[in-house]
């Protein structure tokens, strides 16, 4: 069997829908493989690690969480992951220009596509109540929001963007749990519903129980 076809075999073995758990030796011996593999593999790899370290990390669907902006949310739970914003948009298909707008509320999730937005909350396995809740907090602070970037000073008074983004992201929940509730539109409704018909689509039966 030549390296060639022992590197087949191995992505085949990784990226397959019934692959193996990724344990540190099994992603040793993907990246010690004799040939390089193409970017295409490294990230169908990347994916699937992604993939099940947050398996791991929700091994039942979440339906118990706070207060909070959708987007926040998921920042929080990505950081807790030690994952980077490029390692969720490859998972899901997307830039991580995507993530970074959803995390910040830059982009509001009911402007996105409903399908983008049901893989995103199958990767993190959020279960729908989760969501409508999550995404009801997103409403009302997007009735509140202040205008315009924050501008944060670190200690002897120069601004960085580091803690102006801490400043935001601490701005930000605490606007969301104080927001005035409002009772969403229509429109964020029927959003909601088609990201159900997604999820159902995607076979996340377990997101919508």
Same mark, same amino acid.
């Given at each position: ?72 949310? &998921? ?12 390692? &969720? ?121």
């Amino acid at each position: 069997m030549s390296d060639e076809d022992i590197l087949e075999l191995l992505e085949d073995t990784l990226c397959s829908e019934n692959a193996p758990p990724l344990t540190d030796s099994v992603v040793d011996a993907f990246l010690a493989a004799p040939v390089e593999a193409s970017q295409a593999s490294v990230d169908r790899m990347r994916a699937r690690f992604v993939e099940r370290l947050l398996a791991d990390l929700h091994q039942e669907p979440v339906k118990g969480v706070e207060d909070q902006p959708f987007g926040r949310w &998921i920042e929080a739970e990505r950081r807790r992951a030690l994952l980077t914003e490029g390692d &969720i948009a490859n998972a899901i298909g997307k830039e991580p220009l995507y993530v970074e707008h959803l995390e910040t509320g830059a982009t509001y999730p009911w402007n996105l596509n409903p399908g983008d937005i049901a893989k995103l909350i199958r990767l993190f396995r959020i279960h729908i109540s989760a969501v409508a809740q999550l995404i009801s907090c997103s409403f009302n602070l997007s009735r509140t929001r202040l205008a315009g970037d924050v501008i944060g000073r670190a200690h002897g008074g120069h601004a960085t963007k580091e803690r102006g983004d801490s400043v935001k992201r601490a701005l930000d929940l605490y606007m969301a749990k104080n927001a005035k509730k409002q009772e969403p539109s229509g429109e964020l409704t029927a959003w909601l519903a088609e990201v159900r018909d997604r999820l159902k689509d995607q076979g996340a039966v377990d997101l919508l129980d």
